[in-house]
Structures are given as structure tokens and as C-alpha cells.
């Protein structure tokens, strides 16, 4: 079972950037399908960004594509999420997860194929 660990959080202004590392531990002998999640307030869990096992490809939600960039260092078994022009929309929980039921060569985008979670970390955007 593979452990995840989110940080970066915090409170930005709107229009900044911000980046969250995912560093994964336990079975990292594999490297997993990764992707990122978020959940505002009274809102369900929405997917973000995805990102295949070896980093070529990636997806993202309509939302944030152009501002949001996945990537991985498999070698320290860590996930990026690089957040720019940040806006108050963007507040919530960030999650990183990892699929390690199945292979697949591309990004997974579906939370219902994932099954290990990070804590979560709170991204705060003002405006």
C-alpha cells in the first residue's frame, strides 16, 4: 500500500501562483497512475489533473487548463500540481491520489479508480 502526502497549501492572492508537492512512501516500487483532486465547501469532490505513471501524459479539467500543470519525479517519488493565476474559485481541499489496482498507460481521471489518498491540503485564494 502506498502512502501520500500533500503539502504547499496555503493563502494566496488571486492571480498568484502556488505549487503542491505529493510525495508518495511504502510500495513506491511501482510508479502508479497519479492524479489530483479538490473539494470546496458544501461541493462534491471534483477531479483536477491527472498524470500517466511516467509523466508523458497528462489531463485536466476544463477549468483550470492553461493555469494548471501537472508533472513527476518518479525518482523522489513525487507528484507536482503547479497552480498559476489562482482565483477565489479555486479554494478547497487539494488531494492527491494514486491508482494501484490497475495499469494503464494514460492519465486516469475518474476518483472511483483510485484508491489511495493523500490527507489533503487547504488552498485558500483571496481576492
Known amino acids: 500500500q502506498v502512502q501520500l502526502v500533500e503539502s504547499g497549501g496555503g493563502l494566496v492572492q488571486a492571480g498568484g501562483p502556488l505549487r503542491l508537492p505529493c510525495t508518495a512512501s511504502?510500495?513506491?516500487?511501482?510508479?502508479?497512475?497519479m492524479g489530483w483532486f479538490r473539494q470546496a465547501p458544501e461541493k462534491e469532490r471534483e477531479f483536477v489533473a491527472a498524470?500517466?505513471?511516467?509523466?508523458?501524459?497528462?489531463d485536466y479539467t476544463d477549468s483550470v487548463k492553461g493555469r494548471f500543470a501537472s508533472s513527476r519525479d518518479n525518482a523522489k517519488n513525487t507528484v507536482y500540481l503547479r497552480m498559476n493565476g489562482l482565483n477565489p474559485e479555486d479554494t478547497a481541499v487539494y488531494y492527491c491520489?494514486?491508482?494501484?489496482?490497475?495499469?494503464?498507460?494514460?492519465?486516469?481521471?475518474?476518483?472511483?479508480?483510485?484508491?489511495?489518498w493523500g490527507q489533503g491540503t487547504q488552498v485558500t485564494v483571496s481576492s
Open positions: 491520489a494514486a491508482v494501484q489496482q490497475f495499469q494503464r498507460s494514460g492519465p486516469v481521471t475518474s476518483q472511483w479508480d483510485y484508491d489511495a
Open positions: 511504502g510500495r513506491t516500487s511501482t510508479n502508479y497512475p
Open positions: 498524470i500517466s505513471w511516467g509523466g508523458r501524459w497528462t
